[in-house]
């Protein structure tokens, strides 16, 4: 499966970003998001499942981050709200092997990362 991630920019903190992945064939992959920032290890920010029914979010994004899917583009998207400098990383869009996950190595198929950065 091949992914193209889209939607990274420069903001400020408060401000609102909606970053897409476009999925080639169908949709029928747990989806996740990771993202790095400079310095720092990856990190497994968000996951859905195919149905779109099962969610994951991290901690740090919980209330703030809305993961989901669109069938019929094949996209799925992240948008992310009330965002803050800490946000500020890579954001890469990955696919599971299967349409649910159990870990983050399920995650097998990664897109190009797109950059967020949240000034102060």
């Known amino acids: 499966v091949q992914l193209q991630a889209s939607g990274g920019g420069l903001v400020q903190a408060g401000e609102s970003l909606r970053l897409s992945c476009v999925v080639s064939?169908?949709?029928?992959?747990?989806m996740g998001w990771f993202r790095q920032a400079p310095g720092k290890g990856r990190e497994f920010v968000t996951a859905i499942d195919w149905s779109g029914d099962h969610t994951f979010y991290t901690d740090a994004v919980k209330g703030r981050f809305t993961n989901s899917r669109d069938y019929v583009k094949n996209t799925v998207y992240l948008q992310m709200n009330s965002l803050k400098p800490e946000d500020t990383a890579v954001y890469y869009c990955t696919a599971s092997r299967l349409g649910t996950w159990s870990s983050e190595t399920d995650f097998t198929s990664w897109g190009q990362g797109t950059q967020v950065t949240v000034s102060s």
């Open positions: 064939g169908r949709l029928v992959y747990a």
